[in-house]
């Protein structure tokens, strides 16, 4: 199995602008994760997903953050709009028990 | 909040040495588990410690647990340079659902 993917690995934009990241889990896994790391905050969750329905939401910062996971081996991260301080390293992790595998990471810059 | 503090928050020792890293937590859990994670790359699982295990060993790992106390320490035995990582602890609460809560890390530096 090639593991979890994430698209793009680099990703610069606008303050401003609509920016979509994309994960695929491991198959088989029927839960999916979305983390976000800074240096200030550490690693937070912020979504994740159960059979394709999110079951908690709590840590999504706010309206302009968005996630879907239409089937099983697909999941999308969207920010519209962008601003700085969404500035991170954005995660996705899936497991089939306890043990998460997390993919290499979304760098996410806006200027 | 993070449920997960490590401590030290950085560590630096020699190749060859033994490296101690502690956790501790603020509620109950169902378990409680380590990841490494390499400069630029994502986390990678090392073990795992149920909530009725005191020790578990996996090569050069070793991990209690200890719940009156609420804490947890991570051992590296016979440290390399390829151990240089930052090492997090995350727990799972009673029906979480596989939602993990990460510490914010501790860096350890192992000189060659």
Redesign the interface.
């Known amino acids: 199995d090639a593991g979890?993917i994430q698209s793009p690995r680099h990703e610069v934009t606008e303050m401003g602008q609509e920016v979509t990241l994309r994960c695929k889990p491991i198959s088989g896994h029927d839960?999916l994760?979305w983390y976000r790391q800074t240096m200030m905050r550490?690693?937070e969750?912020l979504i994740?997903f159960?059979n394709n329905v999110p079951?908690?939401d709590s840590g999504m910062p706010e309206d302009r953050f968005s996630a879907k996971m239409p089937n099983a081996s697909f999941s999308t991260l969207k920010i519209q709009p962008s601003e700085p301080r969404d500035s991170a390293v954005y995660?996705c992790?899936s497991?089939a028990?306890?043990?998460?595998?997390?993919?290499?990471?979304t760098r996410l810059t806006v200027t | 909040s993070q449920q997960g503090e490590e401590d030290p928050q950085a560590l630096s020792i020699q190749e060859g040495e033994n490296a101690t890293m502690n956790c501790s937590y603020k509620t109950s859990i169902n378990n409680l588990q380590w990841y490494r994670q390499n400069s630029g790359r994502g986390l990678v699982h090392l073990i795992l410690i149920r909530s009725n295990e005191r020790e578990k060993h996996s090569g050069r790992l070793r991990v209690t647990l200890d719940t009156s106390k609420k804490s947890s320490s991570l051992l590296i035995t016979a440290s390399r340079a390829a151990d240089t990582a930052s090492y997090f602890c995350a727990t799972e609460g009673p029906g979480a659902n596989s939602k993990l809560t990460f510490g914010k890390g501790i860096t350890l530096s192992v000189r060659p």
């Open positions: 979890v839960y994760f550490g690693l969750l994740y159960n079951i908690d995660f992790a497991t028990g306890y043990e998460q595998y997390f993919g290499p990471g």
